[in-house]
């Protein structure tokens, strides 16, 4: 479930909402702050797979719930979870997020790119890229501007499809050396490629064909003067306008975007997609306006960000299965109390690389997480303690489940504030969906302009799904 759009709302009613997400943040802070671990499964987006809620058994967190609540969940299977509480469809009901229709032959290669632009590329990124890269193209020709600067980015996928696919003149800025290097060579691929198909895709523009990759690392605290610098200069004395864009840029890296925009006149236009709140430095990159520094609760704590970046759908889709895996949650937060009856000072210690836990008993995981973290794996265990904490498995499930509702409020404030401080310094700011947030849960792209463009924003959104 990605973050609420604030699309069409106006700035008083962007305001209230702020004060809504921060009183209901508030009002449910404990099940937010239960101790929550991420081990990401798989490249480029945040995976629920392998989150635990350590503390559930020590901290006795099922009690903390409203007996309402209570009697509500209790008992819940995890397709029923999904359904009453995650808002996922139940049997036999329409399924409410569709297949993207350039998937729908092949789901590994999109049919709106062509297969030079698709190598290398897994599919969320041919979505992501083919989206984003088609919205910059409409904001640069909305606002007259003269160069695309892709920050943050990687190994250069998006930059490579706005230059050679779309015909903007791109900067690439990457700090990473190597990933530079992966990037230079894909470009003489793809150009290779292009040329030997001849390919009608590709789009000359004299000698500038591909995008210019920069090793430059931003500093979100100061201007980056690389990133400001023209290709070429203006024809016609005209002056340069500059395009900033990031494709889930990490952490500060996309607050860094938002600074360049409102300080640099040369800057006229931002599409950012953000990503890894839990990176954003303290203080500093939230909250960055005055409206949501002002409200009682705006705080964010770490653990609550890294909670915004959970793949909501993907966890979903494991409870409608209802598969064996689920059981790790119920075993970690058991393992946690033997390991704090043992040894008290030793709290939330990393348990890896315990294979097929689903085929465990509870003790013998209990066993291996124990010599994981340089403890006595043969310590005498309270078999019907243990017993009894696993006949509480679809409750521990219940309340991560719940913690996972309730994360996407946090992104929707970490964005609202970022679209009331573009506001407050008097620039046009919406918040659009992009992507299909069953393929790219992070699928806000925040778009500004110095240039009001009313009714225009609307020709920005992409029209197929």
């Not at 700090?175 to 895709?201: F, H, I, S, T």
């Not at 521990?396 to 946090?410: H, K, Y």
């Amino acid at each position: 479930m990605p973050g609420v759009s604030a699309r069409s709302l106006s700035l008083e009613e962007r305001r209230q909402l702020a004060v809504n997400l921060t009183r209901v943040l508030a009002l449910y802070r404990s099940i937010l702050d239960a101790y929550i671990i991420v081990r990401p499964q798989g490249r480029g987006r945040a995976a629920s797979g392998r989150v635990v809620v350590w503390e559930f058994f020590t901290d006795n967190l099922w009690g903390t719930l409203p007996c309402s609540w209570q009697k509500a969940l209790d008992g819940l299977e995890p397709p029923e979870l999904a359904t009453q509480l995650l808002g996922m469809p139940g049997e036999g009901e329409v399924v409410s997020f569709q297949t993207p229709s350039e998937f729908l032959e092949n789901p590994s290669q999109s049919s709106r790119l062509t297969a030079p632009f698709r190598k290398h590329v897994r599919p969320k990124k041919q979505h992501e890229i083919r989206r984003l890269g088609e919205l910059v193209k409409k904001l640069s020709n909305l606002t007259g501007c003269t160069q695309v600067v892709d920050v943050g980015s990687g190994q250069g996928h998006l930059s490579r499809f706005m230059s050679l696919g779309l015909g903007l003149m791109v900067k690439s800025i990457e700090g990473d050396q190597r990933l530079v290097e992966r990037a230079q060579r894909l470009d003489q691929e793809l150009l290779q490629a292009l040329e030997k198909k001849r390919n009608p895709q590709v789009v000359k523009r004299g000698p500038h064909h591909c995008p210019q990759h920069v090793v430059q690392w931003v500093d979100p605290t100061a201007l980056c003067e690389e990133l400001l610098l023209p290709l070429e200069k203006p024809q016609q004395g005209g002056d340069t306008r500059l395009l900033l864009t990031g494709l889930h840029a990490c952490g500060d890296l996309s607050v860094a975007l938002l600074r360049h925009f409102c300080c640099c006149p040369e800057v006229a236009a931002l599409a950012s997609v953000g990503c890894c709140y839990m990176k954003l430095s303290e203080p500093g990159s939230y909250p960055l306006s005055q409206w949501v520094a002002g409200l009682p609760g705006c705080e964010l704590p770490y653990r609550l960000r890294e909670g915004a970046c959970h793949a909501l759908e993907d966890y979903a889709e494991r409870l409608q299965k209802a598969g064996p895996g689920l059981r790790t949650h119920c075993y970690r937060a058991a393992l946690e109390t033997v390991i704090r009856h043992a040894r008290p000072e030793l709290r939330r210690p990393g348990v890896q690389g315990i294979p097929r836990v689903h085929e465990l008993k509870i003790e013998e995981y209990v066993q291996q997480g124990l010599q994981r973290v340089g403890l006595d794996p043969q310590l005498p265990l309270n078999l019907a303690d243990l017993r009894a904490h696993q006949a509480q498995e679809n409750r521990v499930v219940a309340f991560f489940s719940l913690a996972l509702l309730l994360a996407p409020l946090v992104e929707t404030l970490i964005l609202l504030d970022r679209l009331l401080y573009l506001q407050e310094q008097g620039f046009h700011a919406e918040l659009l969906p992009i992507f299909n947030p069953e393929l790219s849960p992070r699928n806000l792209v925040l778009v500004a302009t110095k240039m009001p463009l009313g009714q225009a924003f609307s020709a920005l959104e992409s029209e197929d799904s």
